[in-house]
């Protein structure tokens, strides 16, 4: 099992910035990725960014060039880094695990831009 634990969302004008943070425990020896995803009302969920356990990244074409993932192995936390923040990245935020055999989500932190 994996625990994820998410923090950092709010509410932030456009062109602002914020930061995310998933906080890992319990069996992360086997976790491969992990990433964040979004999810806006009334539309499906969809990846932001990924994070491989050898530093590998992979962005959606909507945020590249104002997100940055990253990893801090000795805290077992990812963080998202958001700037340039458009009214379009408003959703709820969660955090992914990947393992081979399975797939562990944070309870998602709500992330509003809008001035």
């Known amino acids: 099992q994996v625990q994820l634990v998410e923090s950092g969302g709010g509410l932030v004008q456009p062109g602002g910035s914020l930061r995310l943070s998933c906080a890992a425990s319990?069996?992360?020896?086997?976790?491969?990725?992990m990433g964040w995803y979004r999810q806006a009302p009334g539309k499906q969920r969809e990846l932001v960014a990924v994070i491989t356990s050898s530093g590998r990244t992979n962005y959606a074409d909507s945020v590249k060039g104002r997100f940055t993932i990253s990893g801090d192995n000795a805290k077992n936390t990812v963080y998202l880094q958001m700037n340039s923040l458009k009214s379009e990245d408003t959703a709820v935020y969660y955090c992914?695990?990947?393992?081979?055999?399975?797939?562990?989500w944070g309870q998602g932190t709500q992330v509003t831009v809008s001035s």
């Open positions: 319990g069996s992360i020896f086997s976790i491969y990725a």
């Open positions: 992914n695990a990947h393992r081979i055999t399975d797939d562990y």
